[in-house]
């Protein structure tokens, strides 16, 4: 079943405008930053979002009680890798085409583009892992937040996506994430707690080196031997 790429008595269709007027950009651009854009859209982001997630891991690791950060962390690959596979009969069902088949005119940054358009599987990858960031910390989330919207723009950039299928991608990342979130916690926090306690603890939380204040256990004075130890010295004497 294809997508309506074109609106009812000649109106133009919205969608498909944006992407024209996005990819035109590709028209004022030179071809070294056609390039690059192409090759973050397709990698790139996702390696960088990927280096955030284990950015945040080191960091997290370090607060006194880490075992639900680092539970988040665990969910934010799970929930992309599982939003991915939900779009396999979403893309099935819709059977969009890419949108170089139907329109002419478009500048492609990449090749090999065969499959099916609706929903974008990079748009569904980077919002859930920008999302399963938020949810460990909300720092490095809204950063891959960022990422993510910024892989969106890329991928209608390089002419492989309708800006729909982004949003439809954001949304579908976004929902597994969340929804999903309530159920993978309560699952992923008991293990990630008793990995903390196991002989590879440092996978939950960082070993630290001794702090110059920290508690140190010293042998309680023996006042008792020593005050008899004294009055016997003391006998010794007056004998």
Known sequence: ??????????ASNPDVDLLYDINGLTKSTPAWLDSAIGFVGEYGLLVALIVLVLWC????????????????LVWAPLAAALAVVINIPIRGFVERPRPFVDHSGLELLVTGKTDYSFVSDHATLA???????????RKFGLIGIGLALAEGFCRVFMGVHYPTDVVGGFALGTATTLLLAPLAMAL?????????RSRVSFLVRARRAPRPHDTVDLPEPRVADDAAGSGSGRNDLAA
Not at 57 to 69: G, L
């Open 1 to 10: 079943m294809a997508g309506p790429e074109i609106a009812v008595d000649g």
């Open 57 to 72: 891991w080191t960091s997290v690791r370090r607060r006194p009680e880490p075992e639900t950060a680092v539970a988040g």
């Open 127 to 137: 919002m859930a892992l920008g999302v399963g960031l938020f949810v460990a910390n």
């Open 188 to 196: 992923l926090t008991p293990v990630v707690t008793a990995i903390g």
